[in-house]
T-cell receptor, first 114, second 112 residues
Framework: GAVVSQHPSRVICKSGTSVKIECRSLDFQATTMFWYRQFPKQSLMLMATSNEGSKATYEQGVEKDKFLINHASLTLSTLTVTSAHPEDSSFYIC??????????FGPGTRLLVL | GQQLNQSPQSMFIQEGEDVSMNCTSSSIFNTWLWYKQDPGEGPVLLIALYKAGELTSNGRLTAQFGITRKDSFLNISASIPSDVGIYFCAGFGGTNAGKSTFGDGTTLTVKP
């Protein structure tokens, strides 16, 4: 079946640095991808919708300058957490639409900001 | 925005028991989805429901799309240890066009 990969799977960085997370659709093309954030024991919170060839659409309350999204090709979307701080530590998950409302999720990226 | 109320929040059961969880919403959806998330992984689709009243099975899992289009349930029969994880319901096709709304999840623990 369709597979979505994420890289890195986990990252530890110092406060103030930027971190880039890649999301790839491995055997299909995705003009749209979604980026979620998940805190421990909580649900998935949609951060933004990544659109190939155009600007991402951010959810209310998500800082677009803090979380930069680039959908450079039909198989790659990236999320860059700029000037990361400890409160940005979380589990970040991307997904691509699978048709009829379904989504194929990536394995997630665990970010820890020290 | 739209919200889903998923219950129960957590369940502790013995291996072999049946499990039931449900989601309700104040607004309608065109599609109901159930996902399972293992620790440290992304969610995986279990069942998708597209018609009001639809009852669909996937192995030991059975889910139904409520007649009112505002609710859905998931049943797991004869639970096994690998059923452990977090189960999320999601509604699609409501007022949040093109996006899914997720429930808060049901954490399932199965004791051998």
């Amino acid at each position: 079946g369709a597979v979505v990969s994420q890289h890195p799977s986990r990252v530890i960085c110092k406060s103030g640095t930027s971190v880039k997370i890649e999301c790839r659709s491995l055997d299909f093309q995705a003009t749209t991808m979604f980026w979620y954030r998940q805190f421990p024991k909580q649900s998935l919170m949609l951060m933004a919708t990544s659109n190939e060839g155009s600007k991402a659409t951010y959810e209310q309350g998500v800082e677009k300058d803090k979380f930069l999204i680039n959908h450079a090709s039909l198989t790659l979307s990236t999320l860059t957490v700029t000037s990361a701080h400890p409160e940005d530590s979380s589990f970040y998950i991307c997904s691509a639409p699978g048709g009829a409302g379904t989504q194929y999720f990536g394995p997630g990226t665990r970010l820890l900001v020290l | 925005g739209q919200q889903l109320n998923q219950s129960p929040q957590s369940m502790f059961i013995q291996e072999g028991e049946d499990v039931s969880m449900n989601c309700t919403s104040s607004s309608i959806f065109n599609t109901w989805l159930w996902y399972k998330q293992d620790p440290g992984e992304g969610p995986v689709l279990l069942i998708a429901l597209y018609k009001a009243g639809e009852l669909t099975s996937n192995g030991r899992l059975t889910a139904q799309f409520g007649i009112t289009r505002k609710d859905s349930f998931l049943n797991i029969s004869a639970s096994i240890p690998s059923d452990v994880g977090i189960y999320f319901c999601a509604g699609f096709g409501g007022t949040n066009a093109g996006k899914s709304t997720f429930g808060d999840g049901t954490t399932l623990t199965v004791k051998p």
